[in-house]
């Protein structure tokens, strides 16, 4: 049952009651400014129904998702590198495995870099990822520097002719500011290298977080100049609505979504398969 089914079955055949539908589209994550805006058109008309409810909600909702999501694309003669960020616990270290399994199955060359140097568990475990999908994992020692790890790992994916390479960095609290300082170190790295390098920063939100995304999305885009999202565990959750809200409040658009454990469990987003599968 997704968001929408749901607020059908809880407004039909009875009055409106406005209190409780806010509560309703905030508990969804839309946010507070898309919520003003619902109820604002719904009370616009004469009578309101579920039918309404639902088909007002479902208008701005895909008013706001853009219709098209650009695809990551190599360069000619040189490695397009992608920044992995997110705090820790959203599944960062394995949306960075998922996304080089997505761009080795539509043949791209694909090198991860194991910058998260300060948890040894996720070394190991993008390593043993990178086993499992046949694609090599550069790594450095525990508590390394993650930036020079990074300009190695660029300068080896230079060096083999690499379409990509994936940079899975350090999970950390986007209200730390010295961790936030770190990602523009290893930007800083990187452009010693490829001037125009990292090309694509995408941070990792889990859907089922709530607000609490929003304000990851706000210090991690400030920090880190972020071109978009890859959001987790939309599996059968029902949530979601905390990317609309990104979208809304930061203009932050979302290029993938994971949807289970596997390592196909993952694709890029499409803004009407979300509203018809998710919400």
Not at 143 to 172: H, M, S, V, W, Y
Request: charge should be neutral.
């Amino acid at each position: 049952m997704g968001f929408l089914n749901s607020l059908w079955n809880k407004f039909t055949g009875q009055a409106v009651d406005w209190d409780r539908l806010e509560e309703a589209l905030i508990r969804a994550d839309l946010g507070v400014p898309l919520m003003q805006r619902i109820v604002e058109d719904l009370k616009k008309l004469s009578s309101v129904t579920a039918d309404d409810i639902v088909a007002v909600t479902r208008r701005e909702i895909e008013a706001l998702l853009p219709p098209g999501n650009p695809p990551l694309l190599p360069r000619l003669g040189r490695p397009t590198v992608v920044l992995v960020v997110g705090v820790n616990g959203t599944g960062k270290t394995t949306s960075s495995a998922k996304l080089a399994y997505h761009l080795k199955a539509k043949g791209y060359s694909v090198l991860l870099a194991a910058a998260d140097t300060f948890r040894a568990a996720a070394i190991e475990q993008l390593d043993r990822w990178g086993e499992r999908l046949g694609i090599e994992v550069v790594k450095g020692q525990y508590n390394g520097d993650p930036a020079a790890l990074c300009f190695d790992a660029l300068q080896r994916a230079e060096k083999l002719g690499i379409d990509f390479l994936i940079c899975d960095t350090a999970g950390r609290l986007h209200t730390r500011h010295n961790l936030m300082q770190e990602l523009a170190k290893i930007r800083r790295s990187l452009a010693k290298r490829d001037p125009t390098a990292p090309h694509e920063c995408l941070l990792v939100v889990d859907a089922t977080t709530g607000s609490n995304a929003l304000s990851q999305a706000r210090e991690f885009k400030a920090a880190a100049g972020l071109t978009g999202l890859i959001v987790t565990k939309l599996d059968g959750s029902g949530k979601g609505g905390i990317l609309v809200a990104i979208q809304n409040e930061i203009g932050l658009p979302t290029r993938f979504i994971g949807t289970g454990e596997q390592a196909d469990a993952f694709e890029s987003f499409d803004a009407r398969a979300f509203v018809e599968r998710v919400l």
